[in-house]
């Protein structure tokens, strides 16, 4: 009987917790919202979506309706019910209204998002806004509605809410190297998708390196036939000799019409691919395909392994420019983004120092060495870049021998550079070593598929802040935002990527759109274990711990 009376307790205890377990949960999952909002309350209460709920515009114009189609998409799946887009310009219940309101003031990419139990506003002054808002309203209903399988007794709510939000950076970039290893346009796109479920910004698409040129030129069509292929690829450590490589042959490139069908769909998702085309370093496959291009004329192959390469552009030769200005203007037809990222890192001078023409541009151009005859290269396929409307971005090496005046510095080797460039007044994307490369180990290296190496745990990505302390406030304006690196070296296959990328880049987003004063880590963790959940059903690899 004693014992009986025992087992009893235990059970109510039991029970107990598990329904007061049960609620904070729900209220946690209700609320999981990553990145955080700048303001959220919940007053209590639900809304429930149904067969009847209507998506409604106040006015039938374009791309807010493409909005409104993306959000009808989004829930139409698990929840079998059509969500109607209609235009009507009054109020109505059951409906989730997508309106601009110029009131909304914040930054670009605002917006408002009131969820009461008759209904919900989405308002913003901008489309970006809407689509944000979207966005958080996807995040505060059950990580199920992100399947493209039918749930059909899943009770639909949403928490009443009422948020107001904006993001702190301009600039929320995510980049994969797809030189090193080559990703299927449709991993790009769920890549993409990824980005826009958390409200980041730019894909860094990293076409052009020493292992492969992967962007299809119609006037050069050996950058195809010969740059886009490898003889074969180093197995292993690239730091560990003897080298022994796997003998197949390697190869990867996108068509012109699927880069644009890839820009069109980050569009669709207020996503802007900014392409990188590497130079004057990393160019060894470009050179295999057009050795002329090189300082010693060659012949050169497609590299087969993983490091910094001798074999640079020439910069003596008007061949090269004329060469690399015909592909930038392929590119600029494909890419409508603003900048053109040309790489300019790792670049060794030890060719140029040797190669006659190159010393004949270092005396006619009055420089004074090698360092400066990049920075004339430099300034040379920016001037050209800026006739044509367009600005570009470089690695931070582009400072040695004198910054191209209007360029944006991606500061990589650590936020010095990021910090010299924002003193002079150039736009500065945080991307260090440190912080942001996702190619390095997330834990104990024991068990894990081979990586670069380092160490970069999700916490340590967390407790990233782009603006550095030494920084005035007017000098700190110049930090547009940072950036997470995905290099791929040691990373063959999407699951892979998936696996390198998430959830550190979960954690960058909340680094470059919450205010700093609403970062907390342990309430991050919280939020993510819902997190998963949704990234679970959208079938991404993350790393577990
Ligand atoms: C440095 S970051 C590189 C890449 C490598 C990466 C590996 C940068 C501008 N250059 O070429 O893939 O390290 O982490």
Redesign the pocket.
């Known amino acids: 009987m004693k014992n009986i009376g025992f087992l009893l307790s235990i059970w109510m205890l039991f029970v107990v917790s598990l329904t007061g377990c049960g609620k904070e949960q729900k209220a946690a999952r209700d609320l999981a919202v990553i990145p955080r909002p700048v303001k959220m309350e919940s007053p209590g209460g639900t809304f429930q979506l149904n067969k009847e709920t209507r998506i409604v515009l106040r006015e039938d114009e374009e791309e807010r309706k493409g909005v409104a189609n993306y959000l009808s998409q989004l829930l139409s799946s698990a929840t079998g019910y059509s969500f109607e887009v209609s235009v009507q310009d009054y109020a109505e219940e059951n409906t989730i209204c997508l309106e601009l309101d110029p009131a909304i003031t914040g930054a670009s990419g605002c917006y408002s998002l009131i969820v009461s139990d008759s209904g919900i506003t989405i308002s913003a002054p901008g489309v970006t806004g809407l689509f944000y808002g979207v966005q958080t309203l996807r995040q505060l209903l059950p990580p199920e509605i992100e399947s493209d399988v039918l749930f059909p007794d899943m009770d639909w709510t949403v928490p009443t809410v009422e948020i107001f939000d904006e993001p702190a950076f301009l600039y929320r970039g995510l980049h994969l ?1 797809v030189s ?1 290893h080559f990703f299927p346009v449709s991993f790009i796109k769920k890549y993409i998708d990824l980005l826009a479920l958390h409200k980041m910004n730019v894909f860094h698409w990293h076409l052009t ?1 020493d292992q492969g040129w992967r962007l299809e030129i119609k006037k050069y069509p050996k950058l195809q036939e010969i740059a886009g292929q490898r003889e074969e690829t180093l197995v292993g450590h690239g730091l560990e000799e003897p080298f022994i490589y796997d003998g197949e042959p390697y190869d990867g490139y996108y068509t012109q019409e699927e880069v644009k069908e890839v820009v069109k769909y980050a569009e669709e998702r207020f996503v802007t691919v900014i392409p990188e085309i590497e130079m004057p370093g ?1 160019a060894q496959a470009a050179l295999a395909a057009y050795p002329h291009l090189g300082c010693t004329g060659g012949p050169y192959r497609t590299a087969t392994r ?1 490091g910094v390469f001798p074999e640079v552009f020439c910069s003596g030769k008007e061949e090269t420019f004329q060469f690399l200005e015909d592909v930038l203007l392929e590119v600029m037809e494909l890419f409508p983004s603003e900048y053109i990222h040309i790489g300019g ?2 670049c060794p001078k030890t060719r140029w120092e040797e190669c006659e023409l190159c010393q004949t541009r270092i005396a006619d151009e009055n420089l004074k060495n090698e360092q400066e005859l990049q920075s004339y290269f430099v300034h040379r396929i920016e001037a050209f870049l800026n006739r044509h409307g367009r600005n570009i971005i470089g ?1 931070d090496e582009i400072m040695e021998g004198g910054l191209a005046s209007g360029a944006t510095v991606m500061s ?1 080797q650590g936020e010095k550079g990021g910090i010299q460039a924002a003193k002079m007044g150039h736009n500065v994307i945080m991307t260090p ?1 440190s912080h942001l ?1 996702f ?1 390095y180990y997330q834990t104990d290296p024991e068990g894990e598929p081979l990586a ?1 190496g380092h160490f970069l745990p999700l916490e340590k990505v967390y407790s990233y802040h782009p603006v550095p302390d030494t920084l005035t406030t007017e000098e700190a304006k110049f930090i547009v935002g940072a950036q997470g ?1 995905l ?1 791929s ?1 040691y990373i063959k296959t999407p699951e892979h990527a998936e696996y390198m990328a998430f959830p550190r880049v979960v954690a960058l987003a909340e680094i470059v759109w919450t205010p700093l004063e609403n970062k907390n880590y342990k309430d991050f963790l919280q939020r993510l274990d819902v997190h998963k959940r949704r990234l679970d059903v959208l079938g991404v690899n993350y790393f577990k711990d």
Request: proline content about 0%.
């Open positions: 190297d090193r390196d990393h993983w890192d790792e690695w990589w070593v490369y190619d670069i690196n290099w070296e």
